[in-house]
C-alpha cells in the first residue's frame, strides 16, 4: 500500500524557516518523480514543488520560487522541502505525492506562520 508521512510542521514567525520531510512508501520510490501539495481550509489544493525522480529537476509555483527548495534522498525513500522567508500566506497544511489527482494522501503536516 502506497503511504505518504509528512513532518516537520510547526509555528514559525514571519521570515523563518522550517524544513519538511515526507517518508514514502509501499511504491518504488526512486521511479517516481515528487511532489509537495498544500491546502487552506476551504480552498482548493495548490501544487507547490516538484523533483525528479534523481533530483537533478526541480520546479516550483512562483510565490515560492526563491525561497523553498525541493530535495528528495533515494536511499531513504525521503523528500524534504527546505522552506524560507516564510510568510503568513505559506500558512497550510503541506502534503507530499506522486501527482496531484493520487488516490492515497498522507495526513499532511501542518506550517502556521504567524507573529
Known amino acids: 500500500q502506497v503511504q505518504f508521512v509528512e513532518s516537520g510542521g510547526g509555528l514559525v514567525q514571519p521570515g523563518g524557516s522550517l524544513r519538511l520531510s515526507c517518508a514514502a512508501s509501499?511504491?518504488?520510490?526512486?521511479?517516481?518523480?515528487m511532489n509537495w501539495y498544500r491546502q487552506v481550509p476551504g480552498k482548493e489544493r495548490e501544487w507547490v514543488a516538484a523533483?525528479?525522480?534523481?533530483?537533478?529537476?526541480?520546479s516550483y509555483v512562483e510565490s515560492v520560487r526563491g525561497r523553498f527548495t525541493i530535495s528528495r534522498d533515494n536511499t531513504k525513500d525521503m523528500m524534504y522541502l527546505q522552506m524560507n522567508s516564510l510568510k503568513p500566506e505559506d500558512t497550510a497544511v503541506y502534503y507530499c505525492?506522486?501527482?496531484?489527482?493520487?488516490?492515497?494522501w498522507g495526513k499532511g503536516t501542518l506550517v502556521t506562520v504567524s507573529s
Open positions: 505525492n506522486k501527482n496531484f489527482f493520487a488516490e492515497y
Open positions: 523533483v525528479s525522480t534523481a533530483g537533478d529537476s526541480t
Open positions: 509501499g511504491f518504488t520510490f526512486s521511479r517516481s518523480a
